[in-house]
């Protein structure tokens, strides 16, 4: 029986050697290399990345772009179908030239981005408490006590609403079992979610070849840009998945992996 691969699924350019492909899942960590079929897969990205023209991304690398430099973590999986055919995915962290979609690259957990969503609802309601305790606090010290109560409540609805974004971030593993980002935290008796988890390139890779059948082999993350926050993040260089944001979710997505 012949099965279709997933639109996403890339089948690599040049010829794989059947040793290099691994027994079992391979994560990159600390102070260790990408398995050799994760350096393949990225570079085969990298010219995609250089070479495509769908979308623009301030890298940092073009003077004639006037947006900020955002440099980019990227990701690639390779793996395993139903035909043991070896093949690999690939994903961003965050947005890319403002969108959670683009051809060749795995969709988001949950987009955000959806016109009218809660999340658009949510940022509009803040934006109008934000406002109206700029104008109280140009008449001090008669609205103290109002702007106090403004500033809470505030504070409280963006919780509230960030609970909610994450409410919306599930989570799959081999086995089907799916865990939201608050329960897979609680669960792990980790802190508060950081903002922006379930948004990195390897919880999405994993959830797209669970949801595929897809068996995972080796995933590896780059970075691709200029960095204008942190001399931390080199344009090219491999680096493991992030402990913050990432670590709690991989144990639930890797679970008996």
């Known amino acids: 029986m012949s099965h279709i691969n997933p639109p996403l699924f890339n089948y690599f350019k040049t010829a794989i050697e059947t040793d290099l492909i691994p027994d079992y899942f391979i994560l990159q960590k600390d102070n260790h290399a990408p398995h050799p079929l994760s350096l393949l897969a990225a570079e085969e990205l990298q010219q995609h990345i250089i070479t495509q023209t769908d979308w623009e991304h301030n890298f940092g690398f073009a003077i004639t772009l006037k947006s900020s430099i955002v440099g980019k973590m990227f990701g690639v999986l390779v793996v395993k179908n139903l035909e043991n055919q070896i093949g690999y995915l690939s994903a961003f962290s965050g947005k890319l030239a403002g969108s959670n979609n683009h051809p060749k ?62 409410s919306h971030y599930s989570f799959t593993n081999q086995k089907g079992l799916f865990k939201n980002i608050n329960e897979i935290f609680k669960q792990a008796s980790y802190k508060n979610p950081p903002a922006g988890a379930g948004e990195c390139a390897a919880p999405k890779l994993l959830q797209y070849a669970f949801l595929h059948q897809l068996q995972p082999l080796a995933l590896a993350e780059f970075w691709w840009g200029k960095s204008p926050k942190s001399i931390h993040w080199k344009h090219g260089a491999f680096y493991p998945c992030c402990k913050e944001k990432c670590e709690p979710i991989l144990a639930h997505m890797l679970e008996n992996l």
């Open 105 to 166: 690259f795995v969709p988001p957990i949950f987009d955000l981005l959806i016109e009218g969503g809660f999340l658009a609802i949510g940022m509009q309601e803040l934006n109008m408490l934000t406002s109206e305790i700029k104008r109280m606090e140009g008449y001090e010290p008669e609205n103290i006590d109002a702007i106090k109560i403004l500033k809470k409540n505030r504070h409280q609805y963006s919780n509230s609403l960030q609970q909610e974004i994450f």
